[in-house]
């Protein structure tokens, strides 16, 4: 399942992914734009509408809490992003980071670590697709 949020739902859900469970008041203070009240609880409500956040009663305000994990919407964010703006191409994307002065050599060798980790661990990825298409127990025929 593909998760798709706009840019203000992925605000309020950055914050109950950093904060835990929050009131609209809290989500509120927390978002680095200044929102009216209402807005905020309506972009709540549409997010829980979509089964992303849940909420309990606390009094007569309601507590609301993230139902998916922020891996989840990552990669379904990252693919739009590779899509969109490197034309399909992760290794585009990574390239991108890779070059980027911001990354520190602590960043750069854990980079380097799931790198590696990935290569030690790939197959020949154009024989590994053929195997997988083929169904098991079914010979090639010329």
Do not use: C, Q, Y
Request: glycine share 8%; proline share 3%; net charge neutral.
């Amino acid at each position: 399942m593909r998760i798709v949020l706009t840019e203000r739902e992925l605000d309020i859900m950055a914050v109950l992914w950093e904060r835990g469970p929050s009131t609209v008041a809290e989500l509120r203070a927390s978002l680095a734009d200044e929102l009216a009240h209402n807005t905020v609880l309506t972009l709540v409500k549409i997010l829980e509408d979509k089964g992303h956040v849940g909420h309990t009663e606390e009094g007569r305000a309601h507590r609301f809490h993230p139902l998916i994990a922020r891996e989840d919407v990552g990669t379904g964010a990252l693919g739009r992003l590779v899509d969109a703006v490197f034309g399909g191409s992760a290794e585009a994307l990574l390239t991108h980071f890779v070059r980027d002065r911001r990354l520190t050599r602590t960043d750069l060798e854990r980079i380097r670590a799931v790198l590696d980790e990935r290569l030690d661990g790939a197959e020949d990825e154009p024989a590994a697709r053929a195997r997988s298409a083929r169904r098991p127990g079914r010979r090639d025929r010329a």
